[in-house]
């Protein structure tokens, strides 16, 4: 799996490249509570799945513990693009019920605009 | 003359034995000289080169003079210490190392002939010096791959150990899923756990409720390993418990998910599948905590996907309620539960079993007992993996109803 961090105005955006299984869950996690604990907080944090193949239950951890971090500091944080069977894994383990899930980008940068959420 | 003769006879092993300290010996003395003879040889080498320089002025002439009649003396010297301090002078005189010696300094006394480049054959002792570093080295290296063939064996035996006490968490994983499905008239129940390689967190539970019905899980603990095994045994004896205390699937999901939260320090999840039946009437109670939802495969031929999935994995987060569904068992309808571990399995190709496969073996040989189909099944995913590692624990439980 490959990470991309893109830093846009209303949010900042990571982007999962591949498959988010046992070996690549701890570096999503560590990539996403260093944007929350470094010095210029993101107003919103935005998982872009458009190239994002495979999630396993590792993964899953990986993205709970983020959207746990980001609730603690006050900063939305919501998944978007994922290609169906991701999404399929997202519904079936009840987590995009926890977690917002948007159909794309430009709609979770809309949506993710504190009190506008 | 005869007490001069028998002065050096009388102190003649002792002077041998000084000798000896100086030539052969190996403490600090004899490697002083050693380099100093090195060094001079070297020196007396480079002299030729720096004579053969046209028009040197005087003094430098005279140096070099000088140096010359030191470095004979000290050769001669060398020569008379090492004639001395072998226990044969004739052996050595004649051997490879005395002639060059002689060699060395016999033609300053014989004069008439510059013969200092046989000096040169002198050099050969460098090639001793750096025999010696070789030796030395060597004998570091044998040090060194001695203490880490050491340090690979204590690893080997630490990792012996490590797997010895995994095997025992794996075998006693093993050990608390149950055996045989509770005897009741009209139900057959069959199950496998087949561990990956990893220690995983799957397990499957039969549960025999006080009000005469029977308990059914399936469930797959997030991650591998042994926090995994761990966060298993908890949510299966949390499971067992509260199945007891609550005969509602729902409310026993969502009081197991309170107590999972309460005790949850690794922030793991379950998926769960909790269904209970009524052997009497085969109505089937269930509720779904995350978990693929399982199949029904009717008597009459059609396959069902139980609906009212999407329940939130439990131990994930406090506060979550999972309805209650209810689905009615005909005569010989199959209900089969399973874990992704058989739907994710993988080929070579990196190509998934897939739901279909699943679906597939269900429809064709879901008419005999239901421990054939799991035996089925098992073989199916096993044969289309082929060589590649099992991945994920793979977990199957098939129950019929109404087959008498």
Not at chain 1, 55 to 75: F, M, P, Y
Not at chain 2, 211 to 221: Q, S
Request: glycine residues 8%; proline residues 6%; contains cysteine.
């Amino acid at each position: 799996m490959n990470l991309r961090i893109e830093a846009l105005a209303e949010a900042t955006c990571v982007i999962p490249q591949g498959r988010m299984d046992f070996d690549a869950a701890p570096a999503f996690q560590e990539a996403v509570e260093r944007l929350l604990s470094g010095a210029g907080k993101p107003a919103a944090v935005i998982i872009d799945g458009a190239a994002l193949e495979y999630v396993s239950s590792a993964g899953l951890r990986a993205v709970l513990l983020g959207a746990r971090a980001a609730q603690r500091a006050g900063i939305p944080f919501a998944l978007c693009a994922l290609q169906p069977a991701v999404r399929e894994v997202f519904d079936l383990s009840g987590f995009s019920r926890i977690i917002p899930v948007h159909p794309d980008r430009a709609t979770a940068l809309a949506k993710a605009q504190p009190g506008r959420a | 003359m005869a007490s001069l003769l028998r002065l050096p006879a009388l102190s003649g092993t002792k002077l041998r034995g000084l000798a000896q300290l100086v030539v052969e010996g190996r403490g600090p003395y004899a490697r002083a000289f050693e380099n100093l003879i090195l060094v001079l040889i070297v020196l007396s080498v480079a002299s030729i080169g720096v004579e053969s320089i046209p028009a040197l002025p005087q003094w430098a002439l005279r140096t070099l003079r000088v140096s010359e009649i030191v470095i004979v003396a000290v050769f001669t010297f060398e020569y008379l210490l090492r004639l001395i301090a072998a226990r044969n002078p004739f052996a050595f005189i004649f051997s490879y190392q005395g002639a060059i010696d002689l060699l060395a300094v016999a033609p300053f006394y014989l004069g008439g002939f510059d013969a200092r480049w046989l000096r040169a054959l002198r050099l050969l002792r460098l090639l001793r010096v750096l025999k010696l570093q070789t030796h030395v080295l060597e004998s570091v290296v044998e040090e060194r791959t001695r203490e880490l063939q050491e340090k690979n064996a204590a690893l080997e035996k630490a990792q012996a150990q490590l797997k010895a006490e995994l095997d025992v968490a794996r075998s006693l994983q093993l050990a608390i899923l149950p055996a045989a499905f509770p005897a009741r008239p009209g139900c057959q129940g069959a199950a496998r756990m087949i561990p990956a390689t990893t220690m995983g967190g799957d397990f499957y539970d039969f549960i025999e409720l006080p009000d005469g019905r029977i308990g059914l899980v399936i469930a797959d603990v997030s991650g591998h390993g042994v926090p995994a095994a761990f966060f298993m045994a908890v949510a299966r004896t949390n499971l067992r418990e509260l199945a007891a205390r609550y005969g509602d699937a729902g409310e026993c999901l969502a009081q197991t998910n309170e107590a999972l939260c309460a005790q949850n320090p690794l922030d793991l999840f379950v998926t769960v599948f909790y269904c209970i039946l009524d052997p009497q009437t085969g109505v089937l109670r269930y509720a779904n905590g995350g978990h693929n939802p399982p199949y029904v495969r009717r008597a009459s031929g059609p396959i069902e996907m139980l609906d009212g999935a999407g329940g939130l994995v439990l131990g994930a987060m406090q506060g979550i309620r999972y309805p209650t569904h209810m689905v009615q068992l005909l005569q010989g309808d199959r209900l089969v539960l399973y874990t992704d571990g058989i739907t994710e399995a993988c080929n070579p190709t990196d190509e998934l079993y897939g739901a279909h496969r699943l679906v597939d073996e269900v429809h064709i040989h879901g008419g005999g007992t239901p421990a054939a189909l799991v035996e089925r099944i098992c073989q199916s995913v096993s044969n289309f993996a082929g060589p590649t590692p099992q991945s994920d624990d793979i977990t199957l439980t098939v129950l019929t109803w109404g087959v008498p």
